[in-house]
Antibody
């Protein structure tokens, strides 16, 4: 069965960077694109960007451009999301979410990781 | 950026009742590119509906979606205890893909 297992919670100081990982199992990583979505405490959902694990190409939401980097390691079926210059407003649960389409992109999400809480606090 | 407005913010209903949730878009969504998700506390969202009216795999038929253009509806025909949750709509017609602020369906 498809599973996306994310790394554990992180506590970071303002200005620092964080890396969240998402390990896929139950399917071939390169068959589906992967998105990252975040959710601030008690708030709604916010799309951050997408990575195509086949070639590593990415597309980021404009508000995260310059601060976010998404990469992948096909040998371990893992995708990564790095977010830099953290501020308190970045405190949120970060989810990886698989795109619905096989070898394509539909931009909605059929499988989700369990979420990783990133807390930014001095 | 397309803004999605969900109403009501909270819906208080009893098990067995019909729930009607609305999602309005700030501009018309081409090809009805709208999805619905259910989220329970402490869990990730779960895809219910895509392309406005298609149920995702394993979703019970008491969940149905309708609408086009700027007005969309999620209907739960008879609420089961496990349906009390927060529901989000999401558009994928124009990047960045955006979500509504959610409708909480609570037990009356």
């Amino acid at each position: 069965q498809v599973q996306l297992v994310q790394s554990g919670a992180e506590v970071k100081k303002p200005g620092a960077s964080v890396r969240v990982s998402c390990k896929a199992s139950g399917y071939t990583l390169t068959t589906y694109s992967m998105h990252w979505v975040r959710q601030a405490p008690g708030q709604g959902l916010e799309w951050m960007g997408i990575i195509n694990p086949t070639d590593g190409s990415t597309s980021y939401a404009q508000r995260f451009q310059g601060r976010v980097t998404m990469t992948r390691d096909t040998s371990t079926s893992t995708v990564y999301m790095d977010l830099s210059s953290l501020r308190s407003e970045d405190t949120a649960v970060y989810y990886c979410a698989r795109d619905f389409a096989v070898r394509g992109v539909r931009n909605y999400f059929d499988y989700w990781g369990q979420g990783t809480l990133v807390t930014v606090s001095s | 950026e397309i803004v999605l407005t969900q109403s009501p913010a909270t819906l208080s209903l009893s098990p067995g009742e019909r729930a009607t949730l609305s999602c309005g878009a700030s501009q018309s969504l081409r090809s009805s590119y709208l999805a619905w998700y259910q989220q329970k506390p402490g869990l990730a969202p779960r895809l219910l509906i895509y392309d406005a009216s298609n149920r995702a795999t394993g979703i019970p038929d008491r969940f149905s979606g309708s609408g086009s253009g700027t007005d969309f509806t999620l209907t739960i025909s008879g609420l089961e205890p496990e349906d009390f949750a927060v529901y989000y709509c999401q558009q994928y017609a124009n990047s960045p893909w955006t979500f509504g602020q959610g409708t909480k369906v609570e037990i009356k």
